[in-house]
Nanobody, 117 residues
């Protein structure tokens, strides 16, 4: 069982920045592909960003390209989501997911991001 815990959400003004963090348990974190998804009120959950286990490849939703950056520190069992130029439409609960080499998926409880003046 992999425990996934997100942190770093909060209230930010439009144009501001936040950095979300996600830690996942286990001694083989470096083998997990990690991703961030979000779910806004009344909408389906959408994939925001993905990073491979070695961190060599990243992918982003079109809506966040150029504004969000996913990165990871395998020594700290942590993946980050740096969010710049935030917009009100980025308001959502952000979830972190770990995917093991055996294709098991583990989700965190989510962290709320609110972009509002």
């Amino acid at each position: 069982q992999v425990q996934v815990v997100e942190s770093g959400g909060g209230l930010v003004q439009p144009g501001g920045s936040l950095r979300l963090s996600c830690t996942a348990s286990g001694s083989v974190f470096s083998t997990y592909a990690m991703s961030w998804s979000r779910q806004a009120p009344g909408k389906e959950r959408e994939l925001v960003a993905h990073i491979t286990s070695a961190g060599g490849s990243t992918n982003y939703a079109d809506s966040v390209k150029g504004r969000f950056t996913i990165s990871r520190d395998n020594a700290k069992n942590t993946v980050y989501l740096r969010m710049n130029s935030l917009k009100p439409e980025d308001t959502a609960i952000y979830y972190c997911r770990a995917r093991t080499p055996g294709m098991s998926y583990y989700w965190g409880q989510g962290t709320r991001v609110t972009v509002s003046s």
